[in-house]
């Protein structure tokens, strides 16, 4: 298994473009979360999904837009990119409870994006 | 509403020093706690968690935490500290069993400096 991917790596935007983030894993989770983090700040919950067609909003969702078509993929898409969403970010996965089997989030290995 | 606070933004201690770092929580329904550990420009990697049953988790590494539900605290703590232990750590709460559904809510993190 690949577990948790993200791509790209890293992205420098200009103000006001935008850009998808992906996220992909392939542990057929139910649960998939997207989180920034900022220095000093740890990090934040921006959008969440527990399933495919279902997602919600997390702690700072402003300026963030997602969607999950499928049980794989939760793509973050940044409609218009501002200097203030300069961060890294993490994309997480995990079972339901439901599963019956005790587990954590696997995160993804990040996107540092950089917005001037 | 959840919430975790952890005491002391970097912390030095000598190699072969006791490690400790703290971390305190607020939580309306009983907690599932999480440490997790990330290593410079790398993702996050679970280092324990407290679910159920035994209230000291032992986890990766070397490292253990205690839940004290009394003093709505879940510290971490490694006997012998290693130059390899230099990090960023973090304590997280969550409602849920896997961290999953609503995600994590994480501390601002501990940098530990491992002194030679």
């Known amino acids: 298994n690949a577990g948790v991917t993200q791509t790209p790596k890293f992205q420098v935007l200009k103000t006001g473009q935008s850009m998808t983030l992906q996220c992909a894993q392939d542990?057929?989770?139910?649960?998939m979360s997207w989180y920034r983090q900022d220095p000093g700040m740890g990090l934040r919950l921006i959008h969440y999904?527990?399933?495919?067609?279902?997602?919600d909003q997390g702690e700072v969702p402003n300026g963030y837009n997602v969607s999950r078509s499928t049980t794989e993929d939760f793509p973050l898409r940044l409609l218009s990119a501002a200097p203030s969403q300069t961060s890294v970010y993490f994309c997480?996965?995990?079972?339901?409870?439901?599963?019956?089997?005790?587990?954590?989030?696997?995160f993804g290995p990040g996107t540092r994006l950089t917005v001037l | 509403a959840q919430s975790v606070t952890q005491l002391g933004s970097h912390v030095s201690v000598s190699e072969g020093a006791l490690v400790l770092l703290r971390c305190n929580y607020s939580?309306?329904?009983?907690?599932?706690l999480f440490w997790y550990v990330q290593y410079p420009n790398q993702g996050l990697q679970l280092l324990l968690k407290?679910?159920?049953?035994a209230t000291l988790v032992k986890g990766i590494n070397g490292f253990e935490a205690e839940f004290k539900k009394s003093e709505t605290s879940f510290h971490l703590t490694k006997p012998s500290a290693h130059m390899s232990d230099a990090a960023e750590y973090f304590c997280?709460?969550?409602?849920?069993w896997g961290g999953g559904a609503d995600g994590l809510t994480f501390g601002k993190g501990t940098h530990l400096i491992i002194q030679p």
């Open positions: 997280a709460v969550s409602r849920a």
């Open positions: 999904s527990v399933g495919a067609g279902i997602t």
């Open positions: 997480a996965s995990s079972t339901s409870e439901l599963a019956g089997v005790s587990n954590e989030q696997f």
């Open positions: 939580s309306s329904v009983p907690p599932y």
């Open positions: 542990m057929n989770h139910e649960y």
């Open positions: 407290y679910t159920t049953g």
